[in-house]
């Protein structure tokens, strides 16, 4: 019998756990941030796919199409319209970088700022892939509080002072002012300018990521930080997976080009997916717009029915605001439940929730915490999720102290 | 006037060098690994992405489509039967990662295994990217010689001594075995066996690139490394840049799920572009091997064409093998010659190659060799580029002594 070759002791020492095997999706899936299936706008991207393929299918023989490593021009020629428009940002095309989703715009943007031992400044309360990802950078990760109106300016004051005090020099404070994660908050006008104001007092750059940006149910928003100032002092990335579709991972980050030329060199994957930027620019061109507001509709009724299903079956034990938009709950419950607990038990009975501690800088503070995402799962998958997570917390944790009434 | 915000003081120490702004290709294109424009089956991409999306498209809703991290399924179904079918591997579809192109798949298995200091022998001429790569990890890089039949098993050897008389056991020996970069020489099965007999000998796994093994003109490819195990002592990487087109971003990793699950978790990305697995997936399964063999007879053309031009031009001043496939030619010139600076030199005038140097772990042996790609350009062009190239060699070098009769 052939002796099997064993690498493993050649791997690195400090890798991650290995990977469990994929058993599909929980039955009832309130995480990983998709979206709604029927409202990925299937015939107008075949149309649109078919328009561009013919007129320019042939450039797929070239890396980085005919338009270079920013990415295909009418993809960034399109968002420089829609920032404009929506964002309230100036910036060129060519001060655009399309990118492989956000996530490598996050990537993009650490890797050139962020050694073993920096400072980064984040909210207390953020996007679970940015804290794990600066973890795994040796960063030193400084939560600042942030409240109904996003990053509390005061909070920020104070730790930047006392990061001052130390000597220290944070290289960025990274924040998600439009549909903050998990809060879903709104960063007011005012409350940026305070924090510009420290950004600009302290000589520290903000990392904005508007990746939700497009999914405010009212379609109002305040102006990005990007645009507010004229230079790199905001580094802003976006998305499409919000809006469009997750899998098709494309995002972008716009910055001048003193920060973007040194942006570029680190990204040496050979271009982002090139069908995926042509089918999109020729879709959104005429699409997005009706799009996004059709689907921010549909957001918005999931989100009722969630916030519906949680009052019927946990009552007044459970807290959360409503959302100004987006695709997650971020939900409060009683100091005697452990939701990173709850989220293992919930997980057996088929329902998945994100437990808070992977969302706060602060795991502790997590833990009577949970982020429970909408956009997916039909209304009627949500009712009956809830009610077995309800079951789950009642049994394991006595909450709620009793089955409110309601229809299960 | 507003003063503008300098991050300069806070990005990384250890950047690369700012990017130039991108200025259009040169028009005499010999670099980069494009492909021919025409070979693009684009109404046969378009007619796989309408049946494909409007079958599956609701599905772009959720990360990783219905298939989970290891990616869409139908492409890993075709890849195994393709791999057995072609490379003699015997995998099932879940020990195959999909990768944004075989870059991701180098960077992935690099990055379970190399770290700072580690040593990693790969061949004495290889690809460049792989060379930077590891450069950048600051992994201790050992060339080891290459022969017509490729990796060199008695140089092999000598080098695995040498290190074992150092006390250090190289993670693994990187090879490009078939359609090696940049020489394009096939290794064949005695030769495959001595490498393996070796790396089983000294407990060092191999690290197989094929990137380019769909492009061996006739065909007749060895059976991979990969398939001559039963386990993890080869490790696989592959692509559809080289076969269908390089804008696309795909390519896959080979590995069993021993060392898949370690890989996994460094891919963290939220899946490679959904669009393009579903559309090749959808294409493949019909198209894959007759659009290969046309694309074949037309890269080879472009080779003879590139050849033809050489000797025209070169005369016997340079010296070449023919390519067993692929899309480049590894040109030998005169010691008179360093071709850093004639590289330099024929960008300029509208000629781009790319200087040995760069393609070898001892560069200074790399300044008088230079790859030159021919799958791009039409064969007008590259005659027209091979005269623009042989009058600033000849300008520069006094290479060749004179113009060679033929054609300008």
Not at 39 to 68: C, F, I, K, Q
Not at 188 to 211: H, K, M, N, Q, Y
Not at 332 to 352: E, H, I, M, N, S
Request: overall charge neutral; hydrophobic content about 45%; aromatic content about 8%.
């Amino acid at each position: 019998m052939t002796k099997t070759f064993d690498v493993s002791p050649l791997l690195r020492s400090d890798l991650p756990p290995a990977a469990l095997k994929w058993t599909g999706f929980p039955k009832y899936n309130f995480v990983g941030g998709h979206n709604d299936a029927d409202s990925v706008p299937v015939a107008d991207l075949v149309a649109a796919a078919t328009r561009v393929l013919n007129r320019e299918g042939s450039t797929l023989s070239m890396y980085g199409l005919h338009s270079g490593p920013l990415g295909y021009r009418p993809l960034r020629e399109f968002l420089a319209d829609k920032l404009a428009r929506d964002a309230g940002i100036r910036c060129s095309p060519d001060e655009i970088l399309i990118t492989s989703g956000s996530l490598q715009g996050l990537d993009l943007v650490n890797s050139v700022f962020v050694g073993p031992g920096d400072a980064v400044i984040v909210e207390e309360m953020t996007y679970a892939g940015t804290i794990t990802r600066l973890q795994r950078m040796g960063a030193r990760i400084v939560g600042v509080p942030v409240d109904a109106q996003g990053l509390s300016a005061h909070a920020l004051r104070s730790a930047l002072e006392a990061l001052r005090a130390e000597g220290v020099r944070p290289k960025f404070i990274y924040t998600i002012p439009t549909v903050q994660n998990p809060t879903a908050t709104v960063m007011p006008e005012a409350r940026r300018r305070e924090i510009l104001a420290l950004s600009t007092e302290f000589g520290v750059p903000i990392f904005e990521d508007e990746c939700y940006a497009d999914l405010v149910w009212d379609g109002e928003r305040p102006q990005a930080l990007r645009g507010m100032v004229d230079d790199d002092q905001v580094v802003h990335i976006g998305s499409f997976s919000k809006s469009i579709a997750p899998a098709l991972r494309l995002g972008y980050i716009v910055a001048s080009w003193a920060l973007m030329s040194r942006i570029l060199p680190m990204k040496t994957d050979g271009g982002s997916g090139a069908l995926e930027q042509m089918v999109l620019a020729e879709y959104c061109r005429e699409h997005f717009t009706p799009h996004v507001a059709a689907l921010r509709r549909t957001l918005r009724g999931k989100a009722e029915a969630l916030m519906a299903a949680l009052r019927a079956r946990f009552g007044n034990a459970v807290e959360f605001e409503d959302p100004a938009g987006g695709i997650f709950l971020w939900v409060k419950f009683p100091a005697t439940v452990d939701t990173t607990r709850l989220a293992q038990l919930a997980l057996q009975a088929g329902v998945a929730i994100n437990p808070g501690a992977e969302w706060m800088t602060d795991m502790q503070a997590g833990k009577v915490r949970a982020r429970i995402c909408f956009a997916h799962s039909p209304a009627e998958n949500i009712r009956e999720g809830i009610g077995v997570l309800a079951e789950v917390c009642h049994r394991e944790f006595g909450v709620p102290v009793r089955e409110a009434k309601g229809h299960r």
